[in-house]
């Protein structure tokens, strides 16, 4: 039995032609095993019973699938095969059969509002697998997409959100067909362009739990694990970096990127301790505010402007990195993360000199920070003259950097949400300022009438986590010394203890970013050939290709009831071909730590 997606699609229509930005480029990033199944060309055939799970997600695909063709979909469902519809739009265009097993009655008739389109949905039951992490609260889109005319839904569905177009039907059913799992997401394919609202924007988890869902079980994933880590700009040293000691207390390695010619003696003995207990990771950020390290912009309150340093300058300046490092008794976190995101590109020879590949945004090398603000609107983290993988930037990259293919971008961020979400922020009064989708902490100091507002940062780290996670990146909370000095050691415990209680609902490992960077770089260079179950041995088998340095870790996914579950099977490090063999139930019965 394979482990695999079967997703049909029609290569003769005009819709085809957004395939890769509606659905594959996620099967890649998330990891899935998938195979392309063109109608145009091929008839189906009995062969997708052997399938996890059938996929439609091209525009208008509904008009292609015969009578027989539905007849013989709805058996396979009825037999175990999960079914998830993301042209749901055009449900009412569906043959009887597939109508059947979403449990859906529907009109091609506007029958409860003028029209048949959407601008958002709203969450309104996030108890089930799909929705669980999800906050009930309205996404808006950029771009009304076209809504799907449900009617009446079945005893046996479960509506997990609707329209919020005044009409209050469905927008996501789950539902049992026979031994089956079927998902109906209503709305047109168009809403993962970017154009619309786009995928890394705030409704990923909803894609890829659907399809976990539906699939029939065992199911595998290699995907990124829940990871969790903290970037802090511009340390000096606050408290003698007691803040790191409440940050490990919840758990968190804090990537700390410093001033170094602000650094102590004292505060350095602390940085060794953290460093060899590995409670912390260090950067050169610059040498003090007003003076960088790997540019040289026009002063040090005007970034409108720059120019590299000259090659014997930063030959300077990196042999006084060297002997601050040595000094302390540590070595550099191979993450870059420059001040003011700003390096020529003459820097890059002297940082893979020290090993440093990994960059924490997607950087502009020889672009000032001023530059990059203006091409961008205003959004420090989205890319500048190149889209990296997998969504351009939106809501972070796993990517070589084009200048380069050594340097490794490897990052998180909210700073991407589609404009409409951004502007509903600002309109109930969550940001003051766009650096507040930067910083969580930024408009949450400095309050008038309280000086700090523990709710509101706490709500913001939340966010940067949560979408960080569903997006299957990684939870990046970012921030500023500076910010964190304007709260008491004990206002700082409280904003971590409240970011913990509410992402309480995902599952978190904590981890440094440089290991999460290497991580993502090694699970990028492999993929999965092929998966298959073997019922009467238990086991399943996977081929890998590509190359891995570091053990990764497999998810495999297991129906509980309605609920899924799922444990990590690690994978040997390999390159080139390789083939895995466990055993499904073992991996249940079986207890280990994640390391």
Partial sequence: MKISLLCLINSSKDSYQFIDEIMLRTFEHIGVPFELFDISKHKITNEINDYSAIVLGQEGIANDISETDAHMMADAVRDGVGLVCFDGHEI????????????????????????????????IDNSHYITYTREKEVTYFNKPVEAGNIINASPR???LMVLANGSGCPALITTTHGRGRAVLFALSPKVWLEEYFGHGSGLDDIFWKSIIWASRKPFVMLAMPPFVTMRVDDCSGTYNFKWIDIANKHGIIPHVSLFIDNITDNAAKVIKEKYEAGLAEFSVHAFTWTHQVYWKPRSPTDHSTGEEYPEEVLREYFEKIDRKIKQWGIKLSKVFVPHFGEAGKNVISFLKERGITYLGFPMNFSIPFGEV????????????????????GLGGAFDKHPLDPELFMA???RM????????????????RTVEQMYDFLWDAVNVKGKGVDIELAAKHGAEEIKLGLDNLFFGLMITHEQNISMFSLEEWDEVLSRIDELTSRYDKIYKSWEYIAEYAKNKC???????????????????????????LWLYVFADKGDKVVYRFQPLPLFEGRSEVIFNFEGLFVRHFRFK
């Fill in 525 to 551: 260079s492999t993929r999965i050939l092929e998966a298959t179950y073997d019922p009467e041995k238990g086991n399943i088998r996977c081929i890998l290709d590509g190359k891995s340095d570091m053990t």
């Fill in 416 to 431: 991407t949400i589609p404009r409409a979400q951004l502007e509903v922020k600002i309109e109930l009064g969550e940001i």
């Fill in 157 to 159: 569905c479960r509506v």
């Fill in 411 to 413: 990052y998180a961020t």
């Fill in 373 to 392: 603000l203006k091409a961008t609107g205003g959004i420090l983290e989205k890319p500048v003259g190149f889209r990296p993988k997998p969504y351009g």
């Fill in 92 to 123: 009412h265009l569906f043959p009887e059969p597939i109508k059947e097993v979403f449990g859906v009655k529907t009109s091609d008739k506007p029958t409860h509002m003028p029209h048949m389109t959407t601008s958002a949905i709203r969450t």
